[in-house]
């Protein structure tokens, strides 16, 4: 028999799910956007929210239609191309990118705020340990993190939000770059950073996986019970969004242009509190990165030793944490140049495939349509990738910016993928069909 979860474990899983979202990105990024966006900054904060929460609650809500997870989801694509696409979106979240990204910042905000002569290899070391070691105690996550570790980080994060809206220590700054003109979208294409659409996808899995070692073994409850998570997920997600983009938006005369996110909310944070802030910061920091870690190392070893059967889960997991120290000490700034165009080729391919696990019964032919559209949207959302690493690398040649492409729908937003792919959607439309049936038979 299924077991029911108490109104503690609920809201405990609820903790787990945000305190596994809520990693470097989700904390760094706001500040920035909300510092550049300035008075338009309202604007920027709907659309990072709508990539930033909706689209990460809407992968989680997928994966529990699709009664497999991830896995599941991709059955209409070629195998080849889902094994391909679940080993990239595993290796981004692991250790190529966010992983070594939360050790970087959890050192350059929290240890070096304090010591600054100790050694990061040291800290990743240290840092990536920890993580490892609760990675493999997947069995007790739900008690270590959503009810110990995340309580105490809600805590901080709502003394610190309370006191920013309360008490704005700057003016509101212009907005300058893409903010001026296209406040939205560049805070929408901002929300990719978080990579939370990718997470959505393995967080679902591995808290089903969670459920289940709980005794919750009924596919409907397992739904129910990861719905719920998800929205406490994203009521938490969006109290910390709004209050770190206020903060930026009333940082003139605090921070300075070209500042990230991380030393935007430092300068802001001591201006408020003092050097006592600093502890706060510092907490916050290591909590969150250290509790969105455990849930990607947990979450892309769980894959790994399901679909590459090299090695057992454990030996995953060590392998990752063994990586993600070496990568760390690429540097913050390296490792962010180099996520942008990565990022803008997946995380487009990413939200096709939640939105089409919504329509999937209304398809005329699910499997030729998923590898139609998905291979449209992974061609528009190329040449984004192509044009941003032509900006980004002065060496590479001009013709690679595709000036052409200026001339489509969205193209100058990023978003040039949307339209392309809605059209194909619509005329892959089991209703669409029959219309298109009927009007050529009363033609007749």
């Not at 739900?142 to 901080?156: E, H, Q, R, S, Y």
């Not at 408020?272 to 909590?287: D, E, H, K, Q, R």
């Not at 995380?347 to 939640?354: F, N």
Request: hydrophobic share 50%; net charge positive.
């Amino acid at each position: 028999m299924s077991k029911k979860l108490t109104i503690i474990d609920i809201f405990g899983l609820g903790f787990m799910t945000f305190a596994f979202f809520l990693g470097a990105g989700n904390i760094i990024f706001p500040p920035k956007s909300g510092f550049e966006a300035g008075s338009n900054m309202p604007l920027s904060v709907v659309g990072f929210i709508i990539s930033g929460v909706g689209l990460p609650l809407l992968g989680l809500i997928s994966v529990a239609l699709s009664k497999g997870g991830f896995s599941n989801m991709t059955t209409p694509l070629p195998r080849k191309v889902a094994l391909l696409f679940g080993i990239a979106i595993n290796v981004i979240l692991g250790p190529a990118l966010v992983c070594p990204r939360a050790g970087l910042v959890a050192y350059n905000m929290g240890v070096a705020s304090f010591f600054p002569k100790f050694s990061s290899v040291v800290y990743s070391i240290i840092f990536f340990t920890v993580c490892v070691y609760l990675a493999l105690k997947k069995g007790t996550l739900l008690d270590a993190i959503g009810k110990v570790l995340t309580p105490i980080l809600i805590g901080l994060l709502v003394v610190l939000s309370i006191s920013v809206i309360l008490h704005p220590q700057g003016g509101t700054p212009s907005a300058t770059g893409t903010y001026i003109h296209h406040p939205f979208s560049s805070g929408f294409l901002l929300g990719y950073n978080t990579m939370d659409i990718f997470a959505s996808l393995m967080f679902g899995t591995l808290i089903t996986d969670v459920l289940k070692e709980k005794g919750v073994s009924d596919q409907r409850t397992l739904c129910k019970y990861l719905s719920y998570s998800g929205i406490i997920s994203a009521a938490g997600l969006l109290f910390v969004y709004v209050s770190l983009f206020y903060l930026g938006s009333t940082s003139e005369g605090i921070a300075l242009p070209g500042q990230n996110g991380g030393q935007i909310i430092t300068s802001y944070i001591i201006k408020l509190f003092g050097t006592p802030g600093c502890v706060i910061l510092a907490s916050i920091i290591t909590l969150a990165c250290l509790t969105t870690v455990v849930g990607l190392l947990a979450a892309s070893a769980e894959y790994f030793s399901k679909h590459l059967k090299y090695f057992s889960y454990r030996a995953w997991v060590v392998i990752s944490g063994i990586a993600c120290i070496l990568v760390s000490n690429l540097g913050l700034n390296g490792l962010i140049k180099i996520s942008s165009p990565v990022l803008e080729f997946c995380y487009p391919l990413a939200i096709t495939l939640v939105l089409l696990t919504f329509v999937q019964q209304k398809l005329s032919s699910p499997e030729k349509s998923y590898r139609v559209i998905m291979a449209v949207t992974a061609m528009f959302s190329l040449c984004d990738a192509l044009r941003d690493i032509a900006q980004q690398y002065h060496e590479i040649p001009r013709w690679l910016s595709l000036p052409w492409f200026d001339h489509l729908p969205l193209a100058k937003q990023g978003l040039a993928w949307v339209l392309p792919m809605i059209v194909v959607l619509i005329f892959s439309l089991k209703d669409t069909t029959q219309i298109g049936l009927s009007y050529r038979r009363s033609d007749r």
